[in-house]
Nanobody, 118 residues
Framework: QVHLVESGGGLVQAGDSLRLSCAAS????????MGWTRQAPGMEREFVAA????????WSANTVKGRFTISRDNTKMTLYLQMNSLKPEDTAVYYC???????????WGQGTQVTVSS
């Protein structure tokens, strides 16, 4: 089992920045990839970004490229999502995931709310 705990969400204005964190514990060695997805009210969950925990390769959705940056700290077993130039359409619950592929997660955190006001 991999246990994931997100933090860092909040209410910000359009154009502001936020950094989400996801602390991982448990059998983390079993999950090569970690990433972020988000779900807005009434919408399906969508992929945001992912990272290969070992070599640092990253993937991002077109909607966030150039604004969001995913990174990890191996020593702290923590995943980050730096979100800049936030837009109202970025409002969603953001979930941290871990699994065997960049878009295939087996474990999920509880989610953290990000609200961007216009």
């Amino acid at each position: 089992q991999v246990h994931l705990v997100e933090s860092g969400g909040g209410l910000v204005q359009a154009g502001d920045s936020l950094r989400l964190s996801c602390a991982a514990s448990g059998r983390t060695f079993s999950s090569k990839f970690m990433g972020w997805t988000r779900q807005a009210p009434g919408m399906e969950r969508e992929f945001v970004a992912a990272i290969d925990w070992n070599n640092g390769d990253t993937w991002s959705a077109n909607t966030v490229k150039g604004r969001f940056t995913i990174s990890r700290d191996n020593t702290k077993m923590t995943l980050y999502l730096q979100m800049n130039s936030l837009k109202p359409e970025d409002t969603a619950v953001y979930y941290c995931g871990a699994g065997g592929g960049p878009r295939s997660f087996d474990y999920w955190g509880q989610g953290t709310q990000v609200t961007v006001s216009s």
